[in-house]
């Protein structure tokens, strides 16, 4: 019999009864009703780094050690996990309605740690209608959706993280940038300028240290990437994984498979080798002809982060804003009032007109 993770299970309140949320901010769930508050109880051990070889070689892309519901949202591809007596069904991505009934069991790696929300839903729709006031030509119907209450969701967002120990050897070669003065004919006669240019020499050598929590989004790309302005987390104040800081808010699960986690992982470990390589070769400039990069001891977590979306629909086009739930920093697409433009560029139009009458 399959395992279910217990945040499908209800949590409630020791008072009254009613349901229990994680309080942002703090190590707590709360009540909404009675004020109750309950202490969610800290590991006493530190989050677990996974060998990550293992995982690729037993359980592989589809590995997992408990199971999870799932909504699948059909428009636009989402899965998202919904507490059991969360009130609003529709998809946090694209406003769709999603529809209890189709809930599935799927299997997951158990997250090994979160970063919980800092900003509770208040603070994060006030940072929401602050931007949107001070947007221009923004249309009324935006100004209107961020007082709904309902249109912002807390989403607790997948990443893989992984560590290394990198090695590379390399070959290539050191700028050190020098001056030359030439004399060239312009129209106002000769003159003189300085030319740079670049004395090549050969390099080789290698480089070594530890890659420490490189970060790849376990979410489908495609229309809801997160953008990099708001995805800078602070992961020090990781938590070891409870289910409790999961109440009242929905929970993404990883569309990215470990395996691919890993191959993109390990584009950005190359990245960072290259720096590394660079700056070993010194100079003005280098050129990195060959290097043979390796990673050992290699280890992994599955660890949710915190985002506040916004989905809003306008002129047929699909608008999405994200609020980071630890931060606070906001980023999104606007849309533009095309009436509101028109009328503008109509006023100024006819305060020219006036201007130009009046000045006769």
């Excluded at 004395?199 to 376990?218: C, K």
Aim: with cysteine; hydrophobic share 35%; aromatic share 14%.
């Amino acid at each position: 019999m399959e395992e279910t993770l217990n945040s499908e299970v209800n949590k409630p309140c020791a008072n009254c009864g009613a349901e229990l949320k994680f309080k942002p901010g703090s190590h707590q769930l709360i009540c909404a009703y009675c004020g109750y508050e309950e202490f969610i109880e800290q590991a006493k051990s530190s989050f677990e780094e996974l060998e990550l070889q293992h995982y690729l070689k037993i359980v592989g892309e589809n590995a997992y050690t408990e199971t999870i519901d799932l909504l699948h949202c059909k428009n636009c591809g989402a899965n998202q996990h919904v507490e059991e007596n969360y009130k609003s069904l529709d998809c946090v991505y694209c406003g769709e309605p999603l529809i209890r009934e189709d809930i599935e069991k799927e299997g997951w790696i158990l997250p090994g740690a979160l970063v919980p929300f800092k900003l509770d839903a208040k603070k994060a729709r006030t940072i929401f209608k602050n931007w949107v006031r001070s947007i221009w030509f923004a249309p009324n119907n935006l100004k209107r959706a961020a007082l709904d209450p309902e249109g912002l969701h807390g989403l607790y967002v997948p990443y893989w993280t992984f560590d290394s120990n990198l090695f590379a050897t390399y070959q290539g070669q050191r700028g050190d940038y020098y001056y030359e003065t030439q004399r060239v004919r312009t129209k106002n006669g000769m003159q003189t300028r300085q030319v740079r240019k670049t004395r090549w020499s050969p390099a080789s050598g290698t480089v070594e240290g530890f890659v420490d929590d490189i970060l790849i989004n376990a979410s489908e790309k495609k229309r809801r990437e997160i953008p990099n302005k708001i995805a800078h987390w602070n992961l020090k104040e990781l938590v070891v994984f409870n289910s409790k800081y999961l109440a009242g808010f929905v929970t993404e699960k990883y569309t990215i498979s470990l395996k691919e986690g890993h191959h993109q992982s390990f584009q950005e470990a190359k990245h960072i080798a290259y720096t590394w390589i660079r700056r070993d070769i010194g100079g003005d400039t280098q050129r990195i002809n060959h290097a043979d990069i390796k990673l050992s001891d290699e280890t992994f977590k599955h660890i949710l982060l915190p985002v506040y979306i916004s989905a809003y629909r306008y002129g047929g086009k699909e608008y999405l804003f994200y609020i980071n739930g630890q931060t606070g920093v906001l980023s999104g697409t606007r849309p533009y009032s095309f009436w509101k433009i028109f009328f503008f560029v109509l006023f100024i139009v006819v305060i020219i007109a006036l201007i130009s009458i009046f000045a006769k």
